[in-house]
């Protein structure tokens, strides 16, 4: 089954801790992101990535680190985590970096920062 | 810049009747449009897209939306609402500026009343 899938679903952790959450596609796309989606503010993209090696930051991507070695695999990671990071947490992706490619998302990581 | 506002957060309708969500957006260059629907707790799931094809377009579970350049909009439509419609539909604007951004409006939380 063609899928992104995000680890964990779900993580409570404190300030300061470091953690990664992982994302991995199996469709052979080029083009991963992440995005945050928060109450009010709709999505906001955090990172993407063209292709393996090539990231480029979003619009939202302080506090946050990314890395693409394999074309399949994406982590976000958050090296000193606060609470303002406490959100809903979503990978994509697509086919190329083109416009009219629809992204294909994860099912989500729920983050909360205490 | 891209931008997309979705006028009303939270809509609801009674069972049978009409579903209207509305979108506009604001692109310097012919965009492309997506509407994404987000069942609880679950990822987005992409209903239909315009990409300069043809200005009505066909989604699944029923849905449909009008690209209207004169109006900058691109409303998504049902001719009768169902109970399994109830969710959060979001709009989302692209180009083919490099990074394939997506731009998302702020989401509509849908309710159908039985």
């Known amino acids: 089954e063609a899928q992104v899938t995000q680890n964990p679903r779900y993580l409570i952790t404190v300030t300061g801790k470091k953690l990664t959450v992982t994302c991995s596609q199996n469709?052979?796309?080029?083009?991963m992101s992440w995005y945050r989606q928060d109450p009010g503010l709709g999505l906001r993209q955090i990172y993407y990535s063209m292709n393996v090696e090539v990231t480029d930051k979003g619009d939202v991507p302080e506090g946050y680190k990314v890395s693409r070695k394999e074309k399949r695999n994406f982590p976000l990671i958050l090296e000193s985590p606060s609470p303002n990071q406490t959100s809903l947490y979503f990978c994509?992706?697509?086919?190329?970096?083109?416009?009219?490619?629809?992204?294909?998302f994860g099912p989500g990581t729920r983050l909360t920062v205490l | 810049a891209q931008s997309v506002t979705q006028l009303g957060s939270h809509v609801s309708v009674s069972e049978g009747a009409l579903v209207l969500l509305r979108c506009n957006y604001s692109s310097s260059v012919p965009p492309y449009l997506f509407w994404y629907v987000q069942y609880p707790n679950q990822g987005l799931q992409l209903l239909l897209k315009y990409t300069s094809a043809a200005t009505l377009v066909k989604g699944i579970n029923g849905f449909e939306a009008e690209f209207k350049k004169s109006e900058t909009s691109f409303h998504l439509t049902k001719p009768s609402a169902h109970m399994s419609d109830a969710a959060e539909y979001f709009c989302a604007v692209s180009d083919e500026s490099p990074g394939n951004q997506f731009y998302f409006g702020t989401g509509t939380s849908l309710t159908v009343i039985p």
């Open positions: 469709m052979n796309h080029e083009y």
């Open positions: 994509a992706s697509s086919v190329r970096g083109k416009g009219y490619n629809e992204q294909f």
